[in-house]
């Protein structure tokens, strides 16, 4: 197979530099950063793979939106423009836009959680776990069973285990369920798609025992490709048809904007229900801002709504998910080890296989993204044991299942030639492997660690 045959669909109007570092000096500012990239300025990163997160560039219809936002406070028309076109897409009546993704999780569920509930998903990302637990309740994790073979190309290891779904619904009794959330793609778990078929089954077991059912629909265009593509009986539909099949399948869905629909900042709620999006709206108001504006600007929504259009266009989404796939691809020919297949939003590297000789406590994810800093002047972030590892009551780590390293494309951002730019970059780190030493930590906060924690190369 081939994936060298994609061009960006698209031209560039507006340039923004990157400054270009030479080796020597980013030994420098990655030293001053403590060997942790989440601590370096980004004007000293050329390709950021942080995150995909609020990343994307917008269009030039996008930027014509901003111009043309209404900023009044009730009823504007680009409050208008937004919900007609999330009615549109999603088929709910009801829309609550928010500042961002988290911002509608804290809402839903936080009205639906509280103690001695219990909320079901084939992965929670971690701002919905946060909130679910923030209320009291608690959230199971229950991903298919194939989604532990990393090598395996099963297409859809977003899946959610629906028997196991069954049996928790029935172990926990309805009524303590607050819901049940399908993430798609399932970024925690690789950022790997869900089919239809299991989003089916899934809202099959819900109907059954009348449970909400909601969808976390942050990459659901991204989620459409693989089913267009992978799934039978879906060739022939548009990619938006194919997500608006989803939505009917659920009760609502909450999204963080800064992925799918192409802006910097955004999020939304949109239901079936009126009670509940009513209870949802009193919420709003109190800390997010009045019904026809939620979190967010005029301009802002308007952005979001060309965004919600852009990203099902045909061209986009092949370029979109053939340039992640050509990244992975590439590397994977190098010699690096990555898990398969590749996601839709992002890369992941098992460090921990690529260098056999570097100890969990040790930290080969952190070691690679040094080596990614310092050899290319590349940001990516460390999943493995600084982020996730514990200590024991001896103080031994009890280190992460997997030493992972992400490298997560933010949208119409950067161009094949970056791509391989960066396959040189691994070409390099494998090259260096065998003789590659690990790092310790020498400085750490007692929660979410890996954000500040200082370093020292051994
Ligand atoms: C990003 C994300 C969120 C949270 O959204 P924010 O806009 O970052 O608050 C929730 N769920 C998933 C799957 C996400 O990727």
């Known amino acids: 197979m081939s994936f060298n045959n994609f061009i960006e669909p698209f031209k560039i109007k507006s340039v923004e530099p990157l400054f270009m570092t030479t080796v020597e000096q980013r030994e420098k500012y990655i030293k001053e950063a403590h060997y942790n990239p989440f601590l370096l300025h980004s004007r000293h990163v050329m390709i950021d793979f942080l995150t995909d997160s609020g990343t994307s560039a917008m269009s030039s219809e996008q930027w014509a939106g901003i111009m043309r936002g209404d900023e009044s406070y009730a009823g504007a028309q680009s409050w208008e423009r937004l919900e007609a076109e999330l009615k549109d897409l999603t088929g709910y009546p009801y829309v609550i836009p928010t500042h961002q993704g988290r911002a509608a999780e804290r809402i839903l569920y936080g009205y639906l959680g509280g103690k001695g509930k219990t909320f079901i998903s084939n992965t929670h990302f971690d701002t919905t776990r946060a909130n679910i637990e923030f209320s009291g309740a608690k959230a199971i994790d229950i991903p298919c069973i194939e989604a532990e073979n990393h090598e395996s190309d099963y297409p859809f290891k977003g899946n959610m285990d629906v028997a196991k779904l069954d049996e928790l619904i029935t172990k926990y009794g ?231 390293v992400r490298l997560a494309i933010p949208r119409r951002v950067y161009t094949k030639s970056h791509f391989d730019y960066v396959v040189e970059v691994f070409d390099k780190i494998v090259q260096n492997k065998a003789t590659t030493k690990g790092v310790k930590i020498v400085k750490e906060p007692k929660f979410l660690r890996h954000f500040t924690a200082h370093f020292e190369i051994l």
Do not use: W
Request: charged share 20%; aromatic share 8%.
């Open 174 to 404: 309805v009524n303590n369920i607050g819901a049940v959330i399908l993430t798609v793609t399932n970024n925690t778990g690789g950022g790997q798609p869900v089919s239809m078929e299991n989003a089916k089954a899934v809202a099959e077991v819900c109907k059954k025992h009348k449970v909400l059912f909601i969808i976390d629909c942050c990459r659901i265009a991204e989620n459409a490709y693989f089913i267009k593509k992978k799934e039978k009986g879906f060739e022939n539909k548009t990619y938006r048809q194919i997500a608006q099949e989803m939505f009917a399948l659920a009760d609502g869905c909450a999204m963080s904007a800064k992925k799918d629909a192409l802006v910097n900042m955004g999020g939304f709620l949109a239901l079936k229900n009126e009670e509940l999006a009513t209870a949802c709206t009193n919420l709003l108001i109190i800390t997010e801002g009045f019904a026809t504006y939620g979190g967010l600007s005029g301009r802002d929504m308007e952005a979001i709504a060309i965004g919600l259009r852009e990203v099902f266009e045909d061209d986009y989404l092949e370029y979109r998910i053939m340039s992640t796939t050509y990244l992975g691809e590439q590397i994977k020919a190098k010699g690096v080890p990555v898990l398969y297949p590749i996601g839709g939003h992002a890369v992941y590297v098992d460090a921990g296989a690529l260098y056999p000789h570097i100890p969990a406590h040790e930290y080969p994810g952190q070691t690679l993204v040094c080596e990614l800093y310092k050899l290319g002047g590349i940001r990516a972030v460390e999943i493995g044991s600084v982020m996730f590892g514990k200590y024991d009551e001896n103080g031994k780590l009890i280190p992460s299942p997997m030493e992972l």
